[in-house]
């Protein structure tokens, strides 16, 4: 459609991805991959829910906060392709992932302990990076950054599995990380091949199928459930070490979840 006939006008943002742009709505920019950002925003909604009622440690807490924070801001971007909503998509990126790294480098934290080492750390970065992107405006650097933190992740993750051999945390953060991958494939592919995405999609296939070849909403979705399912692997690895017997349970029969019943009642704190 042409500029004048989209309600948030002309692109400003430094990345248009794949998908065509006011095709299903004049009011939605990118209307697969905006909403396909709902499972990044209500299933660690829902988790943040249950982390108040088992009144679960801060950092837990935060981390699922973050996410929320990530998918929202995902939302406005590609609903609106505006260089501002661009920028509460992905340096909200950045601070999330420092909640996941502090949340997984802590998980065997006992009561009193420090980090304020890695707090500082972790902000200074952050900042840095902020600055750094809002000068040179390079997607690639951001991505460069945010690549770093989860390769520390992951890491971390793994130095945690070795040590406790937790079968339901290796199931979790396993899951969790082909997930995420799978999704990460699709990204590239949908950045490699977009103009043979497009042309499928236009001239190959029923207008009705296209949303499944849409491959950048399946990145949203596919690394949203990934990251839930490390914020999983990350309450259950810390109550689990805090000795508070986690339960791995299901919403509805598909929806997973940590169940920490007895989680007030600890003695080591964060």
């Not at 801001?73 to 502090?102: C, K, N, R, V």
């Not at 699709?186 to 042309?199: A, P």
């Not at 914020?231 to 000795?243: A, C, G, Q, V, W």
């Amino acid at each position: 459609m042409a500029p004048t006939e989209a309600y948030w006008g002309i692109v400003t943002s430094t990345i248009d991805w794949c998908e065509e742009n006011y095709v299903v709505s004049r009011y939605i920019a990118e209307f697969w991959n905006t909403i396909s950002n709902v499972i990044m925003i209500f299933a660690p909604l829902f988790a943040c829910i249950l982390a108040v009622q088992q009144k679960l440690e801060k950092p837990v807490l935060f981390s699922y906060i973050s996410i929320v924070v990530v998918g929202c801001g995902s939302w406005l971007f590609h609903m609106t392709l505006q260089y501002s909503m661009q920028l509460m998509d992905e340096l909200p990126m950045i601070y999330g992932s420092a909640f996941l790294l502090y949340g997984i480098l802590t998980l065997e934290a006992e009561k009193g302990q420090n980090f304020a080492w890695l707090v500082y750390t972790l902000f200074v970065y952050c900042v840095a990076v902020t600055v750094m992107y809002l000068v040179n405006k390079n997607p690639i650097f951001h991505e460069a950054a945010y690549g770093l933190m989860v390769v520390a992740m992951v890491m971390g993750a793994v130095r945690i599995l070795v040590k406790y051999q937790s079968k339901t945390g290796i199931l979790l953060y396993a899951s969790s990380f082909a997930t995420y991958m799978s999704g990460f494939l699709l990204w590239n592919i949908d950045n490699v091949y977009c103009q043979n995405l497009r042309s499928f999609r236009r001239d190959q296939i029923h207008t009705a199928a296209t949303p499944l070849f849409e491959c950048h909403a399946w990145w949203h979705i596919l690394a949203g459930m990934g990251t839930y399912l490390c914020l999983l692997f990350l309450t259950h690895m810390r109550y689990t070490i805090l000795n508070k017997s986690p339960e791995l349970k299901f919403l509805f029969g598909f929806l997973p979840y940590v169940s920490v019943p007895n989680a007030a009642k600890q003695e080591k704190v964060r």
